[in-house]
């Protein structure tokens, strides 16, 4: 399933977060949902721009996305269920080393 980025920002290659419907079906339907929440949440950070922030916000919101990778880790135990694209991934890392 490949859902694209928020319309509040244009679509960006290699700024995708994709999630394996196959085993996402196989999680507990409250689980599902969190996935799903996680993975808006994910779509808003990465079209998020960041050059109007400043360092203190830049590292709440830095703090948020590892956050929420950590929590993907907990639910891609069995298997890939969320992942964020290798060239987005990159992207945001450079991001984050640019602006500061």
């Known amino acids: 399933l490949l859902i694209s980025a928020p319309a ?7 700024k ?3 999630i394996n419907t196959e085993n996402l079906a ?5 689980d599902q949902q969190r996935v799903l929440e ?6 808003v950070l990465i079209a998020t ?3 109007t922030f400043t360092a203190p916000q ?12 950590h929590e993907m880790k907990q639910y891609n135990r069995n298997g890939n269920v969320i992942y964020i694209s290798t060239g987005g991934l990159i992207i945001i890392i ?6 500061l």
Request: hydrophobic residues 40%; charged residues 40%.
């Open 49 to 51: 721009d960041r050059s």
């Open 58 to 69: 830049r590292a709440e919101l830095r703090d948020e996305l590892n956050g929420l990778k």
């Open 16 to 18: 995708e977060v994709r």
């Open 26 to 30: 196989k999680l507990p339907i409250q």
């Open 94 to 99: 450079l991001l984050l080393i640019i602006l």
């Open 38 to 43: 996680i993975k808006d949440r994910l779509d």
């Open 8 to 14: 509040t920002a244009a679509s960006r290659p290699g």
